[in-house]
């Protein structure tokens, strides 16, 4: 920047008045060029597994809530179908929380020099470690207490369809505003 100031000195001091050389006008403004960004080779690829692991979550929801809701309205008496399925569904949430966290922070972590949609992908990765949060405390803490208190089922329940709506708000925030 010196050396240009002292270049317009010049130039102002042999062609005319010095005041009207250094009042720049927009137009003479020089503009920063792009910083190029680049993210790694296996970006694409943890976004892809990402995304399969994120839509593959939405059916295992709804057993989850049809299971649920047989066993919170029937508890011991429910049937084996809707015990086994409520079972089967948490494990496979918690494996899929699981890949979705690592690829998903991985990712974060990669494109944090990435500009554009920056606030966007922090608050997905905020938001989606508050429903891992979530899903843990109701799969570790509240599942065993939710059979053998009323109380502690209601809080399983509004716990894990809570995390259930923010995961799938968060996604879809992602899947229309992450162009």
Request: hydrophobic share 45%; proline share 3%; glycine share 8%.
């Amino acid at each position: 920047m010196l050396v240009l100031g002292a270049f317009y000195l010049i130039i102002g001091a042999t062609s005319g008045p010095l005041i009207a050389d250094t009042a720049r006008t927009p137009e003479d403004t020089l503009r920063k060029r792009p910083k190029a960004v680049e993210v790694s080779d296996w970006y694409g690829r943890r976004l892809t597994i990402h995304r399969y692991v994120a839509y593959s979550t939405l059916p295992v929801f709804a057993a989850q809530w049809a299971a649920g809701k047989r066993l919170y309205d029937e508890s011991r008496a429910a049937p084996t179908w809707a015990k086994t399925t409520h079972r089967v569904g948490a494990t496979y949430l918690a494996g899929a929380f699981t890949v979705n966290t690592v690829t998903g922070a991985w990712n974060w972590w990669d494109s944090r020099s990435v500009p554009q949609g920056r606030v966007l992908r922090t608050i997905h990765a905020l938001t989606m470690i508050g429903a891992d949060a979530a899903f843990s405390y109701t799969g570790a803490k509240l599942s065993e207490e939710a059979e053998r208190s009323q109380e502690k089922r209601q809080l399983h329940r509004t716990v894990a369809l809570s995390a259930m709506g923010v995961t799938v708000a968060s996604g879809l925030a992602m899947k229309l505003w992450n162009r």
